[in-house]
């Protein structure tokens, strides 16, 4: 289950090319919508998308690029959903903030900030009462632990003993406002506890410790213990969407964070153990820009959905035809 | 066939579809122990357990969610809210995910889900307990909105929207639940996505739904003392609309009267008013009039409630309106 030590750094890299690319494609006005980039806290998805299993199931924020691709969602399917064309993993019905692919048990980008909480308690609901092996795993970010949803889904889940592992990714902003400016209690790992969940502050910006910690959280959750919280210190490196100008940050807080680049961390890790040489690094890089190359071309490729299909996949079936009573 | 009260009628739908289906489960405030605020889920804890008779904490917007994700993950929840008013703090997750998620993920995810509530005034209960809200639900693509007005729609609604595959609202009027009526316990479903004549007339047309069903029929029975008949659509399916019954009645009668329990601006009412514009402006041989609950949030006293509901008197007036002047 556990990745090979390059595997993980080729997941960041695809990732931080991806997103390079749509901030590229953004000012083409290729892509349009929000457009809300995980360039720096690539390390949390990944680290955690690798201690999961194909059993597992995902839901993810409006920040979920990262988290699709580490999923196994393909590249060109989520390029052409930002494109808006009909080859996109939703046919251009979602866009960058509703990436989802239910055949890999990546139930989607969830918008409403706490929103995608109570729909993973559910999930794991289901996997439990049908005797299922999952966990679901739910992401979402530190502006999240203000809603009530947050708070009535760590209940339900710790009240039911669910299989779900909580991922916080706290990258010290809800959107422009700072963790000290919106919380009463900065310690996020606090409100979980006070639920009867174990909780832990990891550093996000460590891939391998992100994963042994996601290892450990979802041991103890399918030994049955009920859910788990993980508390991952990130941070974004670009502003919160294409459209903040992100006045809101220091600049020497932001080069600090930079200092701490998950994947130049990782990349010192690798050569520094011997597990890898400049040259694997490169070749990772090459294919990561191939793969971008290759969804961009794809997506270009993708015709668009006729107007006559508008309202399909609003509903499973018309019933407005008349029955016989 | 026997005589059944309206919660019986409901108890009855869920029992079938608890035993029909071991995917099946119920969730709400006090559904379990207490078996049902209104007493639709008595005995059935006892029946078939804790996991699929679930109480749930006062949490709404949480369990309704956790009701869409278990929806999604392959169990069939019919969830109880306890009354309209508090299904507002769920608006989040029933709008937002239920109603959006199959067209967003261009029909990757279905959300096969019942929620089922009580709604509208008469007891007294003030103005956070009373409330007609049906119109905020039947406003949304993506979810299907049904209003049983008789003991037989109680239960055979909730069995049909438990057989369709997409997010179905019931609005259950508190009146109702211990009223009674007719039940076949055995028969097959009535398709509940079309509308209904409860009484024929050739004078005029009431178009009502749930608890205005069954005042409208005492005004057509008064109207029928002095010489006026009038025919009454339960339109039963508040969204999609019937629009084909509607236009068939007043085709019939070539007058109408809607009567609606909630407030009248931005109501069903006016949605249905809209439709006859649309689809039968020429068959009108008079303005539309509309019933509806006086624009005040419901009060406690009794004579202030009554006041500002619609009535049997207030029916009768308008369809004497529509006549006024008839040839």
């Given at each position: 289950m556990t990745p090979e030590p390059l595997e993980r750094m080729r997941q960041m890299v695809r990732i931080r090319r991806f997103e390079e690319r749509c901030a590229e494609l953004y000012s083409q006005t290729k892509i349009r919508g929000f457009l809300h980039l995980y360039i720096g806290e690539e390390a949390v998805g990944v680290g955690v998308m690798g201690a999961l299993t194909d059993d597992d199931q995902i839901v993810a924020t409006y920040r979920e690029h990262g988290h699709a691709l580490a999923r196994g969602v393909d590249a060109g399917a989520l390029m052409a959903e930002m494109f808006g064309r009909s080859n996109g993993c939703a046919r251009g019905r979602g866009g960058s903030m509703h990436i989802a692919d239910v055949s890999r048990r990546f139930w989607g980008g969830f918008a409403i900030v706490g929103g995608g909480l109570p729909i993973a308690v559910g999930l794991a609901l289901a996997d439990k009462t049908l005797g299922r092996a999952g966990v679901t795993a739910c992401f979402f970010g530190d502006g999240a632990t203000e809603e009530g949803a947050y708070h009535e889904a760590l209940n339900l889940a710790s009240l039911w003993k669910l299989p779900v592992l909580f991922v916080c990714e706290n990258n010290q902003y809800a959107m422009g406002t700072a963790l000290s400016a919106h919380a009463a209690d900065t310690e996020l790992t606090h409100e979980p506890r006070a639920h009867g969940i174990v909780a832990e502050r990891v550093d996000g910006m460590d891939v391998v410790a992100v994963e042994q910690a996601a290892t450990r959280a979802l041991e103890a959750i399918r030994r049955g213990d009920g859910p788990r919280f993980l508390e991952f210190m990130t941070y974004r490196f670009r502003a919160h969407s294409m459209y903040d100008a992100d006045k809101y940050r220091d600049k020497t807080e932001i080069a600090r964070w930079k200092a701490r680049d998950p994947l130049a961390l990782y990349a010192e890790y690798l050569l520094a153990e011997g597990l890898a040489a400049r040259a694997d690094l490169d070749a990772i890089d090459a294919a990561a820009m191939a793969e971008v190359d290759a969804a961009v071309a794809f997506a270009e490729q993708g015709g668009l959905e006729p107007i006559e299909d508008l309202t399909k996949d609003v509903y499973t079936h018309d019933v407005s035809a008349r029955g016989a009573p | 066939m026997r005589r059944a009260t309206y919660r019986e009628g409901v108890r009855t739908a869920l029992r079938d579809a608890l035993r029909r289906d071991p995917r099946v489960f119920l969730l709400g405030e006090d559904v379990g122990r207490y078996g049902g605020?209104?007493?639709?889920?008595?005995?059935l804890l006892e029946e078939f357990g804790p996991e699929r008779v679930r109480d749930a904490p006062l949490a709404e917007n949480g369990f309704v969610g956790a009701a869409i994700g278990a929806a999604m993950g392959g169990l069939r929840p019919i969830v109880e809210i306890m009354t309209v008013n508090f299904a507002l703090l769920a608006l989040d997750q029933l709008v937002n995910n239920a109603a959006t998620l199959r067209h967003m993920t261009a029909g990757q995810v279905s959300v096969p889900l019942v929620v089922r509530m009580a709604t509208g005034a008469g007891r007294q209960l003030g103005a956070q307990h009373s409330h007609s809200l049906e119109n905020w639900f039947a406003h949304v693509p993506g979810l299907r909105v049904l209003a049983p007005a008789t003991v037989q729609d109680a239960r055979d609604m909730v069995l049909a929207a438990f057989d369709d595959p997409d997010p179905v609202v019931i609005v259950e009027n508190q009146v109702l639940y211990p009223t009674e009526g007719d039940l076949d316990e055995d028969a097959p479903p009535v398709s509940p996505w079309h509308a209904i004549v409860r009484r024929p007339g050739r004078d005029a047309s009431i178009i009502t739904h749930g608890g205005s069903l069954s005042k409208s029929l005492v005004a057509a029975e008064l109207l029928a003392k002095e010489g006026i008949e009038v025919e009454v659509l339960d339109l039963r399916c508040l969204r999609p609309l019937d629009v084909d019954a509607i236009v068939a009645t007043v085709t019939r009668t070539h007058r109408a009267v809607l009567v609606d329990?909630?407030?009248?601006?931005?109501g069903l009412a006016a949605e249905v008013c809209a439709t006859l514009v649309e689809r039968a402006f020429y068959e009108l041989d008079a303005p539309v009039a509309r019933v509806c609950s006086?624009?005040?949030?419901?009060?406690?006293?009794k004579h202030l409630e009554d006041a500002a509901l619609p009535s049997p008197a207030r029916i009768v007036d308008a369809v004497k309106g529509v006549l006024h002047g008839r040839i």
């Open positions: - | 605020a209104y007493a639709c889920s008595a005995g329990e909630s407030w009248k601006t931005g006086v624009e005040v949030p419901v009060p406690y006293a």
